[in-house]
């Protein structure tokens, strides 16, 4: 394989999980392609076809290298322990955990994905996921009319997101405090909708915006 490769702008989308594992845990550790392919030894274009061809099998000794580079594990690059849930690796001696300032805090919860809400029911508390944005300072998601994530309109809720790294027993945490709103206006959603980093990954129709403006934003981080 040569070394050229197209730009950033150019490139194709990742295929393939393998594929797609790499070039997430580039994005996460802030890699280029070209950087990942240095730090493991090999020719960026390899790495190109690796991250685009569903069909490559790179051997055993490719695959530490990349995990290596990665700072993370063969099994999580090949999706081994996908159905595990996060945290089931044990701690390190001598971990330290850190108090995240209210602008680190914010950095990270505008990373987007998945976070966790704590919505006040009838029958008590109800934590759910849901996939958010952050627009305007605020944490934004979109849900169906009715559904659990919908009452939290009009409430004080807590909303969490997290980052866990199995592999090196490392993480971070930021919860937001704030109240939660059904979005009415026709324009401001409509906004949203264009501004909005993703759909539900539920699917359906789910087209009631619920925003929380916060008043309270910590954080913690755990490192070796």
């Known amino acids: ?14 295929v393939g999980d393998l594929g ?3 070039a997430q845990r580039r994005t996460e550790l802030g890699l280029s392609r ?9 020719a960026p274009g390899y790495l190109q076809y690796v991250e685009e061809h569903p069909t490559a099998a ?12 990665l700072h993370t594990t063969v099994t999580d690059l090949t999706g081994g322990d996908a159905e595990l849930p996060p945290g089931a690796g044990q701690g ?3 971990a330290r955990l850190t108090e995240l300032t209210p ?13 966790r809400i704590a919505v006040p029911t009838v029958t008590g508390p109800v934590i759910v996921p849901v996939n958010y944005s952050v627009v305007d300072g605020a944490v934004v998601f979109r849900t169906e009319p009715g559904s659990t994530p919908s009452q939290a309109a009009g409430c004080q ?7 866990i790294d199995d592999a090196f027993s490392q993480g971070w945490s930021v919860l937001v405090r704030g109240h939660a709103r059904a979005v009415t206006d026709p324009d401001e959603a409509r906004r949203l909708d264009e501004q909005a980093y993703s759909g539900p990954w539920a699917g359906g129709r789910r087209d ?3 925003r929380i403006d916060t008043y309270g934003v910590t954080g913690r981080r755990i490192t070796v």
């Open 34 to 42: 070209e950087e990942t392919a240095a730090r493991a030894g090999m």
């Open 103 to 115: 602008r680190e805090c914010r950095t990270l919860l505008s990373t987007h994905g998945v976070g």
């Open 92 to 94: 390190v001696r001598h």
């Open 1 to 14: 394989m040569g070394d050229r490769v197209p730009s950033r702008a150019t490139q194709a989308a990742p």
């Open 208 to 210: 009631q915006w619920v």
């Open 58 to 69: 790179p051997g055993a000794g490719v695959l530490h290298m990349l995990a290596e580079a």
């Open 20 to 22: 797609r594992r790499l």
């Open 157 to 163: 809720v807590a909303f969490e997101v997290d980052r």
